[in-house]
């Protein structure tokens, strides 16, 4: 296969096939891990072909007008190819493969005298970077200073090769490059920006500036808003439409990236902004109109309400006209003013209402735009409109199936929107639930767009909170907590079928993140049945994560498996994590609501939690299982007593364990079976006690990472001293406890812990006074230490007046 793709007296096509075969076969993780890795002649060869592929590509007077539709003008066959096979190529076998071969080619190819070569060497740069992130970041000094020196290439496809690099890794090697960088790229993209011979690469320049504002903070930004802004400005006012497209797009970035420092340009900015907006009414100036709103609505969201009001009502009253105007389907304003009402949105917040009855027809009708889906059989010759860019085709089995990806972004837009209105409005959101909630909750299980799930989930609490703060504020005429159950015996079902349906991992954390807030939200109105469902599904996420585990261990196994797949399973595994914890965030919440009513289930759920303890668990899902346990005991109290046994042990030797997470939770449950295990825990205080001393007396209890467990076991050590005084050394262990306090980092235990010192010496406790009253002055100066801290944490609370 590599020497068909080699061969170039062959067809494109053939040598295209061959290529995609090799591609295809590195990308088989599952099947064959760190195969193509082992074989490093191969990939050099293959890695060679492909830099060969990228030199297909000539210099065509039309890129240099700078029309859009020109941008690929001069690239042959063969580049297209070879740029996405060098991205897939790198993601598949990681950096570890692919940069040593990179290091070697890349200075051959930018010592070259052909300006295609260094065009190649640049492109390649920015196409492995994503896959070779964390190996490029070790040599990101070499990286960036060949891409800047490409800033000085006399042909303008270098200069502009050299600006595609450096956005593409401000993106994938950000906020290091960011970070590190800053003072040497920005000042290069600001002079390409000053080259008015090219249209072309001044356009690209201040699309990486965006690139490189997004993933920057504003403390680097700052410095350099002078120079840029005024830069945009004049490539607004003199610019070729795709300059000043390119410099709408990274003026809205930078003043989303710098936020409150936006303000001083405010008033040079919007005017310019405001005449596009309300001027480019040509059909070939939509895509600038629509850009014009993308940075309007991100500048006022920078500036705020206070600062854009005036400008706010002006740019609403455009927009609404042209809500109102017939527009094409392929029409980019459509989706950009779905974005820009949204974003206005949270920028005015309450005084937004008055727009919603203009702003919510069409993007219901976006958020319920049916899927355009066309099915082949598999062997059929009839392509899908394969050159079609905005359809994307899949196989499954013996179909082929082509989706018009243009749709399913504007419905994930519109459902995005949807979920961003209800976030913000709150209450005021509620006379559009009933219409929202039927278009939404079906979308929770829309499968050929992740997006559009994602966005469904995030709204689902978003619209409880909406119906129940309405009703609970009297602004949901007619309805009262009847309306509110009907809505949440209509989201949380739907919610927990998806989750049970659902391939990505990823997403299962978001439902389950979901699902815990509807809970919180819903309380007490979720009936028996509904708990039955929602803990019978968390049995099958920990069995459906821990199968997925095992699987992957057992992909440690292969003869192939190498350092580099390990890495990408620990990535995986971690992502598995993600779902546990919110695992343990969901029966949490269904411990604290429904107390000792609950346990009939977590008797059920118990067996698939005791595992997690054991040692060869990660430290994280002992962490939860140890939480798990810890509600149990606070909310059912003495009800939880006949898990002690079960679950106890597993607390006294994880207070002594290597993480601090994982002791924490432990220390913490110590404290809390000290305070409500009664007669069944004092058999225990002894060992307990031992335990806690060893945290307290640490050599490094108090270093940052420890001070959190420290907190913690200081405050279980005054539960035993309160609850099992008969049971210790008083004399002992009293002082020793006064000798630890104040605690302050974890504020909820501080307080816990002084409340209950105070309550001892208000009823005059003689063994917390000490013979003679002798340890009053440490109490005293406890007190003293403890409100010195409140007031200090209530002056930061407050805003500077």
């Known amino acids: ?37 082992r074989l490093p002649q191969f990939v050099g060869r293959l890695f060679q072909v492909l830099m060969q592929m990228l030199l297909d590509v000539e210099d065509d007077p039309a890129w240099h007008t700078a029309e859009t539709e020109d ?33 070697e080619l890349l200075p051959q190819y930018l010592s070259a005298p052909e300006w295609q070569k260094h065009h190649a060497a640049l492109i390649t740069l920015a196409q492995i970077a994503e896959g070779c992130a964390k190996v490029m970041l070790k040599n990101l ?57 090219n249209p072309r690469v001044q356009a690209h320049a201040a699309s990486a500036i965006l690139n490189f504002s997004e993933n920057c903070t504003p403390e680097i930004l700052t410095p350099y808003l002078d120079g840029i802004v005024s830069k945009l400005l004049v490539l607004l006012q003199n610019g070729k439409q795709m300059v000043q497209e390119g410099a709408l797009t990274a003026l809205a970035s930078v003043a989303d ?13 919007m005017p310019y902004l405001k005449a596009i907006l309300m001027n480019a009414t040509d059909k070939s100036n939509r895509m600038l109109r629509a850009k014009s709103m993308e940075c309007i609505s991100l500048v006022g969201m920078a500036v705020g309400k206070d600062k854009f009001r005036d400008d706010a009502k002006q740019v609403m009253e455009v927009l609404m006209a042209l809500q109102g105007t017939p527009m094409e389907t392929d029409d980019p304003i459509t989706s950009y003013m779905l974005q820009a ?36 059989s598999a062997e059929s010759d009839d392509e899908i409109e394969s050159d079609d860019d905005s359809i994307e085709t899949i196989t499954l089995g013996d179909k082929r199936i082509g989706i018009r990806t243009s749709v399913l972004e504007e419905k994930a837009t519109a459902c995005n929107m949807l979920c961003c209105y209800a976030d913000e409005l709150k209450e005021g959101f509620f006379p559009w639930i009933d219409q929202v909630a039927p278009t939404l909750v ?112 057992e992909r440690t196994k292969a003869e192939d498996f190498d350092a580099d797949e390990g890495e990408l399973l620990k990535e995986e595994n971690e992502q598995e994590e993600e779902v546990f914890d919110q695992v343990g965030e969901c029966l949490g919440t269904l411990i604290k609501t429904f107390k000792a009513s609950f346990l009939p289930f977590f008797d059920e759920l118990s067996v698939y939690v005791t595992p997690m303890l054991g040692k060869d668990k990660t430290a994280e899902e002992r962490r939860i299982a140890i939480c798990i346990f810890d509600d149990i005991a606070e909310q059912c109290r003495e009800s939880a007593l006949k898990y ?65 467990a420290y907190d913690n076991a200081v405050s279980a050590l005054g539960k035993i001293c309160q609850f099992h005084r008969d049971g210790i050394d008083a004399a002992q262990v009293i002082p020793a406890w006064l000798g630890c306090l104040p605690i302050k980092d974890d504020k909820i235990e501080a307080k816990v812990v002084h409340d209950q010192l105070c309550s001892m010496v208000e009823r005059s406790d003689a063994q917390v006074l000490g013979p003679y009253s002798q340890y009053l002055p440490k109490i005293v100066s406890i007190f003293a230490e403890f409100c010195a801290m409140e007031r200090s944490l209530q002056q930061m609370k407050q805003p500077p007046g």
């Not at 907590?481 to 299962?508: G, N």
């Not at 004092?682 to 050599?699: C, F, Q, T, Y």
């Open 1 to 37: 296969m590599l020497q068909i793709a080699e061969a170039a007296q062959l067809e494109d096509g053939t040598r295209h096939l061959a290529v995609e075969f090799v591609i295809t076969l590195a990308e088989a993780r599952e099947r064959a891990p760190g195969m193509m890795r």
């Open 71 to 103: 941008e690929d003008a001069g690239e042959g066959n063969n580049y297209g190819v070879a740029q996405e096979c060098l991205d897939r190529l790198a993601i598949a076998i990681g950096g570890n493969a692919v940069v040593p071969i990179a290091s």
């Open 141 to 197: 000094e070499q990286v960036v200073s060949m891409i800047l020196n490409g800033f000085q290439h006399p042909h303008p496809r270098v200069r502009w090769a050299a600006i595609n690099a450096i956005g593409q890794l401000s993106t994938d090697l950000g906020p290091d490059l960011q970070v590190q960088y800053h003072q040497k790229v920005l000042p290069a993209l600001a002079n390409a920006m000053d080259d008015f011979q």
């Open 257 to 269: 990236s710098s936020q409150d420092h936006f303000k001083k340009y405010y008033d040079a900015v």
């Open 341 to 376: 009402w949204a974003r206005l949105c949270k920028c005015l917040g309450q005084d937004f209402l008055p727009y919603m009855h203009v702003v919510m027809p069409p993007l219901l009708q976006s958020a319920q735009l049916k899927p355009d889906v066309t099915i082949t």
């Open 442 to 553: 079906p979308l929770l299980k829309f499968y050929f767009h992740e997006e559009v799930r994602r966005a469904a989930v995030a709204a689902m609490p978003e619209l409880l909170r909406s119906a129940k703060l309405a009703v609970e504020k009297g602004q949901a005429p007619g309805r009262d907590e009847s309306y509110v159950k009907q809505l949440s015996d209509f989201i949380i079902p739907a919610l927990v079928e998806a989750l049970h349906k659902e391939p990505e991992t990823e997403m299962c954390s978001s439902m389950l993140d979901s699902l815990n807030e509807c809970m919180q939200l819903s309380g007490c109105l979720l009936d028996e049945n509904q708990v039955r469902a929602i803990s019978d599904e968390i049995k099958n996420v920990i069995i459906a994560s821990a199968t997925r585990k095992r699987d992957r261990s």
């Open 644 to 708: 002690y046994d079960t679950y106890v042990p597993f607390l006294l030797e994880a207070s002594n364990d290597d993480n601090s997470d994982v002791r924490q939770a432990a220390v913490y449950g110590l404290g809390v079976c000290a305070e409500f295990g009664g007669h069944t825990f004092r058999p225990l205080v002894g060992e307990a006690l031992s335990k806690l001393n060893n945290v307290i007396r640490h050599p490094e209890a108090q270093h940052a990472d420890n001070i959190m």
